[in-house]
């Protein structure tokens, strides 16, 4: 039979039951002749209380130092959960082995609460799975070429599953979650949302990067770099309906634009609310002036989104971006100490209160009047757009975030996303 790997998120992992739940449905892989590697996430609301003690005692880590520390304490939460389950699987009458990310090893750079894989050796997991081992191996963290535990930021379980998966090239990995699969947008804010049987690994990145939280984007970068089969499904189903049918549940990530799949211009709506827009008025119109701005900024580690620059007046012009609003405060201070003095811009601006609101589609690519018919239905309901990007499969923008459920419900009905399209003959 295939090898398989199981990922399990924090509320799948949340009690003894639930992890006893968890280990047997992993016994039914088992059983089937299935050989299973596990990645489970730590126990709902563990990382949250653990840092959350971190920034009792130092409010405001930012060195390396500070970095690591927290890296140790946070990778604590992953180990709890894999030794747990471990135990459950044994009491299954499995042989089952527990390793933390830093005994496979899961080497990673040194970007302490960000780091990034860089390779995984495959050779311990191996044998063990030779052996007829299940293996359980912590999410989310793995250690650096000093030896120091690190973490991969939140979500990072997702990735460390899906690298897992592609160093073993596994036949699939499975990510069992509190939700049944990829929706059409957010089924509590569009209680019409449909789940998608199907969605291309193009969207789904799409989808990721612009605020669904379905799936961490680096674990849908990681599948697609390595044409991992992804599925998510939930993990609140009975842990023995039969395998045949779990297995072909919740969505399936598909790397091939199959022409029986579902035919749809537009696959999904994604929003996301943590963003902050900061605009620099009055900028020098002069070569490498927006280097000057978001230089400093990249340097302080914040990711910037999306980027505008208005047309030239006089000699001078305004340039916007979006960062994450957890950075806002961050940004503007660098802004305001580093860059303004530097280029001598006339004011700096932010606002807090922005949101995203994208439509996803590889349809998009070979219909017009797609944005036309997003902007005229935002229009319609009186919603302004502030700023606006796009690419082959995607349009996104900015607006007011006291929008955003409106403008997502509103273009969910446009673009009739309740409504399953007719696969092609």
Known sequence: MALIVHKYGGTSMGSTERIRSVAQRVAKWVRAGHQLVVVPSAMSGETNRLLGLAKELLPNPQTPQALREMDAVAATGEQVSVGLLALALQAQGLQAVSYGGWQVPIATDSAYT?????????????????????????????????????????GGSDTSAVAVAAALKAAECLIYTDVDGVYTTDPRIVPEARRLATISFEEMLEMASLGSKVLQIRSVEFAGKYRVPVRVLSSFTPWDIPLEEEAKSGTLITFEEDEKMEQAVVAGIAFNRDEAKISVIGVPDRPGIASQIVGPVADANIDIDVIIQNVSHDGRTDFSFTVPRSDYARAMAVLQEQVMPAIGAARL????????VSIVGIGMRSHVGVASKMFRTLSEEGINIQMITTSEIKTCVVIDEKYMELAVRALHKAFELEQAPVAAA
């Not at 601006?349 to 995203?356: F, L, N, S």
């Open 349 to 356: 601006a932010g606002d807090a209160k922005i949101c995203k």
């Open 114 to 154: 960000k780091a990034r894989i860089a390779s995984i050796d495959d050779q311990r997991v191996r044998a063990d799975l030779a052996a007829g081992k299940v293996v359980v191996i912590t999410g989310f963290q793995g250690i650096d070429p000093q030896g120091h535990v690190t973490t991969l930021g939140r």
